[in-house]
């Protein structure tokens, strides 16, 4: 007989009665209606169905991904957790081995839990007086990533995560029933796209790009040991720490793992865990502050995708839920941006970083609302700390300018009110009288000075008198003759001016622009004509492209292509319960193609260009733009008082583009007449540059009835 000592009586009542209850656990599991009986049973049995029916279609959070227009080059990344889902037929054996030897090695003979390992850790707890050893078995550990994954409230989460029996018994029953609805491929599939490695490592996709640089198709034994054996611990066995003694031991341990499983013979094993663990880090960008360098510019676009993503009822209710659809769902966003045109906009800008007033410039695409280029005088970066003071007077010492740094949506997309527009808004009244059958011909002989009788008495001069005498649309136009426009506001209303900019996509930001659209007042609002309301270049861009496209508008459109996580389009329905792509053009009529044309033969006199229909009445407010451009366009010139800002709006059959130089932090400083000729040369040179090599298109003509 042995002299080895028996375990003493009290120390083995509690390891038999451990073994009983592991027992009496299991078959409950099995057999739940021996645990419960009646409706309460039912209704158990039914919750459960309920929850394994949910995790078979579960899916983790996987990060989005916004490209360039080519489709192929990414710009930038937007995540929570950094994952992409990757198939088992992707991923190397070692990895799916190494997953198997760390964590659960009888993974392929249990149905979802492992029998002996319940009763090995209920036995190693009860001896422990804690919890020393876990049972959780791979089946068991996904059940309770895909629940907290798929949690929608915060106590879901704490249901999904908290540490207690029940929680522990109800994994194990949703593994049991996981294991008959999916094969085990599948399992260590989802498994292995859900771990956490670490490092924000989240799915073995991200671990192996992170740790390694490199696909799951390639990694290595090694390789796979490492990461596999992260995920028990990801910061205690983080290789990229200083100390690589804890990572290469829950490596080697791995290895060991797979050698005693048959995956490695031991001579592979022993050899491997002489290795170093040799990483080549990644690290992933994330958000628009990210985008490479090369394409800063690209940062304002990046920007302006998010804003205008977070205003799309088909990714969520709320601001919240969209921006959490973004971080989380795995779409394929392509941009609408042209790069050739963004690269003109950005060279043909007229005012450096170091300047005080930004110059900014946004191309549109007619018929399409697709953006084709947003460019600023401004470096995209969150550092401001060498920005000087801010040059509001009423701002704090400590506030800083816009430049030359600024994360700022400058260009419009944002929640910045813009800039007065000045006489670029002269083409609202026009339309609108035009729309309502109001001829091109009409004529007004326009005073130096005009008093107004509609508008409380309001009297607005013209910036020339060489303005004054009889105007009809194309002069009065060309000219930008103020009296004129008061006076034609008049005659059409000037709510109807307001609500056809509306229709145009123009949004009052500003308590008075709000106060002087409100339906109470804007009968009165004479001076709209005048483009004394705040706009953003994006705004205007798009309003003047739905008059080269004949009247109609579409919204402001910067992808041409949102894709789900399957690759297939996003998707929305519309009120009527039709089915859209996201991404697809948004477009309405909002004026009669016949007078949109009207308004773009009066539009062709500020430019130099010649109408097809009258006279410009001799000169013009930016005739050098014809001869830059090359090719037929139309525009309007704005500035505002003491020329505080400065803007250009113009357009070809292909392209609209709206350029202004304002100083963002304080109106009030004057960009001076010096100045005014930037946005005229920015949106002229890049229309030619940006339209170089493509046929010449002509504008149609306006019909015989609306011109009078």
């Known amino acids: 007989m042995s002299n ?34 009646g409706l309460g049973a039912k209704a158990t049995a039914h919750a459960t169905e309920h929850k394994t029916k949910l995790l078979t279609k579960a899916l983790p959070a996987e990060t989005s991904y916004l490209y360039l227009p080519d489709g192929k080059t990414v710009l930038t990344m937007f995540y929570e957790e950094y994952r992409q889902y990757t198939k088992l037929s992707d991923m190397s054996p070692n990895i799916q081995q190494a997953i198997v030897a760390a964590e659960d090695s009888r993974f392929y003979q249990h149905k979802g839990v492992d029998p002996k390992g319940v009763v090995r850790a209920f036995v190693a707890n009860a001896g422990s007086g804690g919890v020393s050893q876990g049972a959780s078995t791979l089946t068991m550990q996904y059940v309770r990533m895909a629940l907290r994954d798929s949690a ?14 029940l929680r522990k018994i109800r994994e194990m029953r949703l593994a049991m029933d996981l294991e008959k609805e999916l094969s085990k491929e599948d399992i260590i599939e989802r498994y292995l796209n859900s771990a956490y490695f670490g490092h924000r490592a989240y799915g073995i996709y991200a671990a192996s790009e992170i740790f390694f640089s490199k696909t799951p198709k390639d990694l290595t034994p090694v390789e796979a040991a490492t990461l596999a054996g992260l995920v028990k611990s990801p910061s205690q ?13 829950r490596r080697n ?10 995956y490695l013979s031991p001579d592979a094993a022993t050899a491997a865990k002489g290795e170093p663990i040799r990483l080549k880090l990644t690290n992933p960008p994330n958000d628009c502050a990210a985008v490479p360098e090369k394409y800063n510019s690209w940062g ?44 003109a906009a950005q060279k043909n800008l007229g005012a450096g970083t170091g300047s005080p007033f930004a110059n900014g410039i946004v191309l549109s695409e007619p018929g399409t609302g697709r953006v084709k280029a947003m460019a600023v005088n401004r470096t995209y970066s969150l550092d401001l700390a060498e920005n000087p003071q801010s040059s509001n007077p009423e701002a704090g010492p400590k506030v800083k300018a816009n430049y030359p740094n600024t994360v700022a949506p400058l260009l419009g997309g944002g929640d910045l009110p813009g800039y007065q527009a000045g006489s670029t808004f002269k083409m609202f009244p026009m339309l609108a009288a035009l729309n309502e059958g109001m001829p091109l011909s009409t004529s007004f002989n326009a005073p130096h000075r005009y008093q107004s009788a509609i508008y ?7 910036a020339s008198g060489a303005m004054s005498g009889m105007q009809t649309m194309w002069s009065g136009f060309g000219k930008s003759v103020n009296t004129y426009f008061v006076w034609l506001e008049e005659r059409v209303g000037a709510d109807k001016a307001v609500r056809l900019a509306e229709q145009l996509g123009l949004r009052w930001r500003t308590d008075v622009d709000r106060e002087q659209a409100s339906p109470s007042k804007v009968k009165k609002w004479g001076a709209f004509t005048l483009g004394v309301s705040d706009a953003t270049p994006l705004e205007m861009a ?62 062709r006199c500020p430019t130099g260009d010649t109408p097809a229909r009258g006279g410009c009445g001799g000169w013009s407010t930016a005739d050098s733009v014809r001869g830059t451009v090359g090719r037929p366009v139309a525009g309007k010139t704005g500035t505002t008082d003491s020329t505080r800002s400065a803007w250009f709006v113009g357009y070809t059959p292909e392209l609209a583009a709206a350029s202004f130089i304002s100083d963002p932090d304080n109106p009030f400083n004057a960009v001076g007449d010096g100045q005014s000729q ?31």
């Open 4 to 37: 080895r000592p028996l375990a003493s009586a009290g120390r083995a009542v509690p390891l038999l009665r451990a073994g009983l209850i592991a027992g009496i656990v299991i078959a409950a599991l099995a057999y739940p209606m021996v645990a419960v009986t």
């Open 152 to 165: 929608t409230t915060p106590k879901e989460v704490q249901e999904a995560t908290q540490q207690t029996s």
């Open 237 to 249: 066995y983080d290789p990229a720490t200083s100390d690589q003694k804890e990572a290469t031991a």
């Open 253 to 262: 341990y791995v290895l060991d793992r797979m050698s005693q499983l048959g």
């Open 300 to 343: 304002f676009i990046c920007d302006y995708v998010k804003n205008w993503w977070s205003a799309q009822p088909a990714f969520g209710e709320n601001r919240l839920e969209r921006m959490d659809k973004l971080r989380r769902g795995g779409y394929r966003i392509v941009l609408s941006i042209d790069p050739k045109i963004q690269e």
């Open 456 to 462: 409380d008495g309001w009297a607005p001069t013209n």
């Open 542 to 603: 798009n309003a003047y492209a739905a008059i080269a496209a004949d009247g109609m508008y579409c919204e402001a459109m910067p992808v041409q292509g949102i894709f789900n996580r399957d690759g297939t389009p996003a998707t929305y329905s519309t009120a009527s319960g039709i089915s859209r792509e996201v991404a697809k053009p948004r477009c309405r009529q909002v004026v009669t193609a016949d007078a949109a044309r009207a308004a773009t033969d009066a539009a």
């Open 678 to 708: 930037i946005p005229i040369s920015a949106v002229a040179e890049t229309l030619r540059d940006g339209l170089k090599g493509k046929p010449t298109r002509q504008f149609t003509p306006p019909s015989d009835t609306i011109v009078g």
